[in-house]
């Protein structure tokens, strides 16, 4: 599935639309996230990835895992985007009997590769999948994983960072969301990270650092990281939490907070609006 | 009735670490099984899976020393479709990493074998910190996951197979010292099926692992007594075989338990579970009395921390003594 930039901004703000309306429907959940996040999920289902909605078990797909199971919201979105099911489906998030459950679970939902929600379980994860595809020589396969910044706290990234650096992973890209929150407060006063780059390069890491908001970008640098051989590739992605919502952007309270229902009915008039604005720069 | 090595209660019985049979178990499963993996944290020699290492070595995953990651790998060869079987000591796997296997391999069902040695205070002198005793209790809460505790080094062989076969995660568990081999070639294992090593009426002792040869013992031993004692091996802590435990509490009316583990949330646990629920006799249990080990050796140790043959053997007389006072 191969969408044009254009057709990926119009995905990106469909998939911040089913956000909003299904955090408010559950009640609860995190909301900074999944918006924050919304424009690369877009361009990986809408141009990056090789997979087939219908056929979610294809042995050769690539495999996104999800390491910071909690930004789920935008997974689901952009299943559904995609036609993993159907989109009404999305309501019934964090409900009693739901698919969807507040953290995603491999065996409920296709297109799901992996449980999450305890941090960094996923990194390793996508590693185990490399190794597997390395191991068997399979070459045109890729897995990605996506990971949150907060989460590169945890002392199991770097074990499995460690793991892809020794075995020159070159199948697989890690993308961080570099938003600086996390549930306690901003990144660098809970417990800084920076400098991110340095770090993953000591690794033997090749790094890319795009905007996360920059859908050429982010797509430029996802095909870079396939021309790289002998090693692993991570983007980070510098982003916007809450991005496409004024009043949550930037702000870490929305980390883990879903919106009322004025909050939401403000958030869809503006993320419509910004609707409005991608069809006038087509014109 | 399961057919027993005739040397048992012998000085000159054979004798094998359970470790060894996993590391045999593994190169009869690699050999009809190409998807079998087996990954270490820089612990080949010792979980005994350096055969597999030499024969195998586009298969094989050293991790180094971190045992989280190692999970996590595994559950990710798992679920692209490998049979990962994850090498390592119990108290830092599953120990260290619970979390990964609950999430990582329980919850999303990845068909990861894990094999923990150097569990019980038999792992001697390297003391507390390396004894796993614990291993059973945190495994064995786990949905999805079945629990073995081969009792020698033939059986821990067979349930290396077995569990290959078998779809689904697995954790077993294995010992670092050379212990006596009961069972033999010809003695059946099935997973999730108790086997009764000895016939008795008065009462019965169930248990699992290596320790299970001090309870023959002293069942011979209470025989002169005449005190007629069954013994039955469940090996299988989860999914446990309560038709075996009820039948046998039936006809015994009187049950000891015994394992080389915790008394709390172990073997004997399960099998009061199955009891309380099911059909309530006395039990006496023989296990680690809520203590840490430390140094020294193997037989030292089972007889300090009461799972040797006198230990059992009083458990015996008191558990027929409740039964009788009835």
């Known amino acids: ?283 | 009735m399961t057919y027993l090595n005739p040397k048992i209660g012998n000085s000159d019985i054979e004798q094998e670490p359970t470790r060894k049979g996993y590391g045999l178990g593994l190169l009869d499963l690699a050999a009809i099984d190409e998807n079998v993996v087996v990954l270490t944290a820089d612990l080949a020699e010792s979980t005994m899976v350096l055969d597999f290492a030499k024969k195998y070595p586009e298969r094989f995953v050293e991790c180094g020393v971190a045992e989280q990651n190692m999970m996590g790998v595994a559950a990710g060869l798992a679920l692209y479709g490998k049979v990962p079987f994850v090498s390592s000591y119990a108290t830092f796997s599953p120990g260290r990493n619970w979390d990964q296997l609950r999430v990582s391999v329980c919850y999303s069902m990845a068909n990861v074998k894990i094999a923990g040695a150097h569990t019980g205070v038999t792992v001697g002198p390297d003391g507390a910190t390396h004894q796993a005793l614990e291993d059973v209790a945190i495994t064995r809460v786990l949905p999805n996951l079945t629990v073995v505790v081969p009792c020698d080094a033939l059986e821990a062989r067979k349930a290396t197979v077995a569990l290959g076969k078998m779809a689904g995660p697995a954790y077993f568990r294995l010992g670092r010292s050379k212990t006596p081999i009961i069972t033999t070639n010809s003695s059946s294992f099935t997973v999730g099926k108790a086997e009764v090593f000895k016939d008795g009426s008065d009462v019965v002792i169930i248990g699992s692992g290596p320790v299970l040869y001090n309870a023959l013992v002293a069942a011979a031993e209470m025989e002169k007594e005449n005190v007629s004692c069954m013994v039955i091996n469940n090996h299988t802590i989860k999914p446990i075989d309560s038709e075996t435990i009820i039948e046998a509490a039936k006809k015994c009316k009187a049950v000891v338990t015994v394992e080389e583990h915790q008394t709390m949330a172990g073997c004997g646990s399960a099998v009061c579970e199955v009891l309380a629920q099911n059909f309530p006799v006395p039990v006496e249990m023989v296990g680690m009395p809520n203590s840490f080990g430390e140094s020294g050796q193997p037989e030292e140790l089972i007889e300090k921390y009461c799972m040797g043959i006198k230990s059992i053997k009083a458990a015996i007389r008191k558990v027929i003594s409740r039964k009788n006072s009835k």
Not at chain 1, 28 to 55: E, Q, T, W
Not at chain 1, 160 to 184: P, S
Not at chain 1, 266 to 281: H, M, N, P, Y
Request: proline share 4%.
């Open chain 1, 1 to 283: 599935m191969k969408l044009s930039i254009n057709e990926i901004k119009y995905k990106a703000n469909d998939i911040r639309q089913d956000i909003v309306q299904m955090l408010l429907e559950a009640g609860s959940g995190h909301s900074a996230g999944p918006l924050g996040m919304a424009d690369i999920f877009a361009c990986l289902y809408f141009s990056v990835l090789n997979h087939d909605p219908k056929r979610p078990k294809l042995e050769e797909r690539d495999r996104l895992v999800l390491s910071c199971g909690h930004i789920c919201p935008v997974l689901y979105a952009s299943l559904a985007e995609a036609g993993y099911f159907m989109k009404d489906e999305l309501k019934t998030l964090r409900k009693f009997g739901t698919r969807l459950h507040g953290h995603p679970h491999n065996l409920s939902l296709p297109g799901i590769e992996t449980s999450s929600g305890p941090l960094a379980q996923g990194a390793s994860q996508a590693v185990g999948m490399a190794y597997g595809l390395y191991m068997d020589r399979k070459k045109s396969q890729r897995v990605y994983l996506i990971m949150s910044d907060g989460e590169q706290q945890e002392g199991q990234v770097w074990e499995a960072i460690m793991f892809a650096g020794k075995y020159k992973l070159h199948n697989l890209t890690a993308i961080i969301d570099r938003n600086n929150i996390q549930i306690d407060g901003y990144t660098e006063d809970v417990m800084p990270l920076d400098n991110l780059k340095a770090k993953y390069e000591a690794f033997n890491w090749h790094v890319l650092e795009v905007d996360g908001h920059n859908h050429q970008a982010i797509i430029n640098a996802c095909m870079e990281a396939k021309a790289i051989y002998e090693k692993p590739t991570v983007i980070i992605a510098h982003t916007i939490p809450g991005k496409g919502v004024d009043f949550m952007e930037g702000d870490f309270k929305w980390h883990g907070s879903p919106p009322n229902k004025e909050q939401a009915k403000v958030a869809l008039e503006e993320l419509r609006t910004l609707r409005g604005q991608i069809d006038s720069e087509h014109k």
